[in-house]
């Protein structure tokens, strides 16, 4: 397997998407744009990871990037002189396996780490192909809530999410435990040569949130606490995700301490690359959200004022769940 590291970064940048991040929800499609229809829901390609062409956006930090996939994350590997940490594996055995095998020859020789932004199914429902040879490492909060809802979260994507062509990613499928976890909010991981910074959020888009800071690259990968130019998803699904998943405060202070820690570039859980903008956008949008929210009234109406107040944005059927939540 040969691999394209040239990537142009302001490229990568550009790298837009309509992933969908995790719900449970039967999944709307791609929208296409016609003349005289607008936007209207098709088929999507199969959420399968592709990792042949990870690209370099800071020396030894890689992205493979979700090529505007639904149910497909933005995946990192980060190169030390002694280990590669991975961060996310995707969905299903194929997708981790690619990921791994990326990894192995990114970093012969070296032990893989992986970890996950959440334990939410498209961002790692595959590493149980980590569990033989190399490390899991998760914090507490996040082996908790995968402990307790895996396996209903397993379920249901299969059931709700993944249309009949596609649940067969999901065949074979472990809910597989840490090797090893972490307590507190932080911890350093010695990749030889360079440090990763876990940061453990707690509960915000879903129990057990972390973002992962590599402060010598002025890199973060924020998994789903941002999205770019995509709704962020306040995942309010009951009785799978209710109420108590969720926290919306938790949230917004986790946005303003990616946004303090000014890295130069931020990996969002799926869509385009970016600075401090994302979080700001994320904030700007939850403010625009919770006032439409106060202002009570018709959910219909409720969800067309969001949608005229952000009309480029993506995947508009991601505004009623957090306006529900608001509102519940």
């Known amino acids: 397997m040969s691999f394209d590291l040239s990537t142009d970064r302001r490229t990568l940048l550009s790298l837009s998407t309509v992933a969908i991040a995790a719900g449970i929800v039967p999944l709307p499609g791609v929208a296409q744009e016609t003349e005289d229809e607008g936007s209207v829901p098709t088929s999507y390609p199969q959420p399968s990871i592709d990792a042949r062409h990870p690209a370099e956006i800071a020396p030894g930090v890689f992205v493979i990037p979700d090529r505007r996939i639904p149910l497909?994350?933005?995946?990192?590997?980060?190169?030390?002189?002694?280990?590669?940490?991975?961060?996310?594996?995707?969905?299903?055995?194929?997708?981790?396996?690619?990921?791994?095998?990326?990894?192995?020859?990114?970093?012969?020789?070296?032990?893989?780490?992986?970890?996950?932004?959440?334990?939410?199914?498209?961002?790692?429902?595959?590493?149980?192909?980590?569990?033989?040879?190399?490390?899991?490492?998760?914090?507490?909060?996040?082996?908790?809530?995968?402990?307790?809802?895996?396996?209903?979260?397993?379920?249901?994507?299969?059931?709700?999410?993944?249309?009949?062509?596609?649940?067969?990613?999901?065949?074979?499928?472990?809910?597989?435990?840490?090797?090893?976890?972490?307590?507190?909010?932080?911890?350093?991981?010695?990749?030889?040569?360079?440090?990763?910074?876990?940061?453990?959020?707690?509960?915000?888009?879903?129990?057990?949130?972390?973002?992962v800071h590599l402060p010598d690259a002025g890199v973060i990968f924020a998994g789903d606490l941002i999205e770019e130019r995509i709704y962020p998803i306040v995942p309010y699904f009951p009785p799978l995700i209710g109420a108590d998943d969720i926290d919306l405060p938790t949230w917004r202070t986790a946005l303003g301490m990616i946004a303090d820690l000014a890295p130069t570039i931020i990996v969002p859980g799926h869509g385009s690359l970016g600075g401090t903008e994302l979080p700001e956008a994320v904030s700007g949008y939850f403010d625009a959200l919770e006032d439409v929210a106060a202002g009570g009234g018709d959910l219909d109406a409720m969800v067309a004022e969001v949608h005229r107040r952000y009309p480029t944005w993506e995947q508009a059927g991601y505004i009623p769940p957090a306006l529900q939540y608001l509102t519940r």
Request: some cysteine; glycine content about 10%.
């Open 72 to 211: 497909v994350p933005n995946v990192g590997i980060i190169v030390g002189s002694e280990r590669a940490l991975v961060v996310d594996c995707g969905l299903g055995i194929d997708s981790a396996e690619a990921v791994l095998d990326t990894a192995r020859r990114l970093a012969p020789g070296r032990e893989i780490v992986l970890t996950l932004t959440h334990a939410h199914p498209e961002h790692g429902f595959g590493a149980q192909v980590f569990a033989t040879d190399e490390r899991i490492f998760y914090n507490a909060p996040q082996a908790e809530h995968l402990a307790r809802a895996g396996q209903p979260l397993l379920d249901g994507f299969r059931a709700a999410v993944l249309p009949p062509e596609h649940r067969f990613l999901l065949d074979g499928i472990e809910i597989t435990p840490p090797t090893e976890t972490y307590d507190g909010t932080e911890t350093r991981l010695d990749l030889g040569g360079r440090e990763a910074v876990l940061r453990s959020v707690g509960l915000a888009h879903s129990p057990g949130d972390q973002i």
